[in-house]
């Protein structure tokens, strides 16, 4: 069995959100959010931005990933996404006392622990600071519970580009298993080198034109170099910074 990969949910009640709702949008993913062509993933990669971005690249690029839902326990990110979802989850509360919550992740991850074979691993790439993850799935998956030891120390936007890194190099990160009663922490780590920054595209930020071709979730900026290079020792192919962006996710003006 590959490793298993659990992805923190994107918050569905913010301005992202709204841009999935507004009928005038013609960003490539509002209309296809309208059409019902949208997938969890790719929403909650919107929604969220780089850090689930970085998250689902990653899990994709090295096992097989399931997300964390506000109400409906692990899905994985092909589910269909739509309206009455997005609706169902910008109230769903992502909190221990939330019984709807606990209840589904519970279940889930129950499933989950049957089928895992003899030595699989199952990594979650979200929080452990606090409980509302940790607390629900450690009890039921003990030591096969584990976290990148690199996330420590880092916020959101800092781990979203380091996964895009490593899935870009093919570099996995190391894992620690998680231990009850104890939430890692660590000094802030330094920053990542700008110079090999991941170019991402979804085509999120721009409308849809028929001489620009699709890219993936990574387009590949970087190459590694040498025997030892590793998702730190990257030289850039292309200074991603430089690169022009349509930027609509900017609600409009009342």
């Not at 990594?123 to 690199?150: E, Q």
Request: with cysteine.
């Amino acid at each position: 069995m590959p490793t298993i990969f659990l992805l923190s949910p994107a918050f569905c009640g913010g301005r992202r959100a709204a841009i999935l709702l507004n009928t005038k949008s013609d960003a490539v993913t509002a209309r296809q959010f309208r059409a019902g062509e949208m997938s969890l993933g790719r929403a909650f990669a919107f929604m969220s931005g780089l850090y689930f971005r970085g998250k689902l690249a990653y899990a994709e690029r090295f096992g097989e990933a399931f997300v964390i839902t506000p109400t409906r326990g692990l899905q994985p990110p092909s589910l269909p996404f739509n309206l009455a979802l997005l609706r169902e989850f910008a109230v769903g509360d992502v909190h221990l006392d939330n019984p709807g919550y606990r209840r589904a992740l519970e279940r889930d991850a129950n499933t989950l622990a049957r089928r895992l074979d003899t030595g699989a691993q199952v990594v979650l790439l979200g929080s452990v600071a606090s409980g509302k993850y940790v607390d629900v799935l450690l009890p039921i998956l003990g030591d096969r519970l584990r976290y990148p030891t690199s996330f420590i120390g880092r916020g959101d936007m800092s781990r979203g580009g380091l996964l895009l890194r490593s899935a870009a190099s093919g570099v996995e990160l190391a894992y620690q298993p998680l231990e009850t009663g104890v939430r890692p922490r660590g000094p802030r780590p330094p920053k990542l080198d700008p110079l090999t920054r991941v170019a991402v595209s979804w085509e999120h930020e721009s409308t849809a034109r028929p001489d620009v071709p699709r890219r993936s979730i990574v387009e590949p900026a970087l190459r590694a170099t040498g025997r030892k290079a590793g998702a730190e020792r990257l030289d850039p192919v292309v200074d991603i910074r430089l690169r022009k962006r349509t930027r609509v996710h900017r609600l409009p003006k009342p």
